[in-house]
Nanobody, 118 residues
Framework: QVQLVESGGGLVQAGGSQRLSCTASGEFSSIGTMTWYRQPPGKQRELVASITNSLVTNYADSVKGRFTISRDNFENRLFLQMNKMKVEDTAVYYC????????????WGQGIQVTVSP
C-alpha cells in the first residue's frame, strides 16, 4: 500500500516563506509525475505545480516566480518552496503522485493547512 504524508504547513506572515514536503512510503517500483494542489476556503481544488520524473515543471500563473517545485527521487520526496507568500495562498495543500505499484495509480496525501496572515 502506498501512502503520502505532507509536512511543513502552518501559519506564516504575508511576504514570508514556507517549504512543504511530501514523502511516499510503501511498496512500489517507480513514481512518475508529482503534483501539488491546493484548495482555498470555499473554493475548488486547483493545480499549483507539477514536476515530471524528467524534471519538467509546470506552474499555475498565480504562483509563477514565487513557488518552486522539486523532487528527490532517491528519497521519494516532493517539495514546494513558497516565497513572497500572499494571503490568497491560504489553502489546504495536497500532494499527488502517479505511482507504479501493483498497478499504475494516482495517490494523494491527506492535505496540510497553510495560512498566510496579512
Amino acid at each position: 500500500q502506498v501512502q503520502l504524508v505532507e509536512s511543513g504547513g502552518g501559519l506564516v506572515q504575508a511576504g514570508g516563506s514556507q517549504r512543504l514536503s511530501c514523502t511516499a512510503s510503501g511498496e512500489f517500483s517507480s513514481i512518475g509525475t508529482m503534483t501539488w494542489y491546493r484548495q482555498p476556503p470555499g473554493k475548488q481544488r486547483e493545480l499549483v505545480a507539477s514536476i515530471t520524473n524528467s524534471l519538467v515543471t509546470n506552474y499555475a500563473d498565480s504562483v509563477k516566480g514565487r513557488f518552486t517545485i522539486s523532487r528527490d527521487n532517491f528519497e521519494n520526496r516532493l517539495f514546494l518552496q513558497m516565497n513572497k507568500m500572499k494571503v490568497e495562498d491560504t489553502a489546504v495543500y495536497y500532494c499527488k503522485m502517479i505511482v507504479t505499484a501493483q498497478n499504475l495509480g494516482a495517490y494523494w496525501g491527506q492535505g496540510i493547512q497553510v495560512t498566510v496572515s496579512p
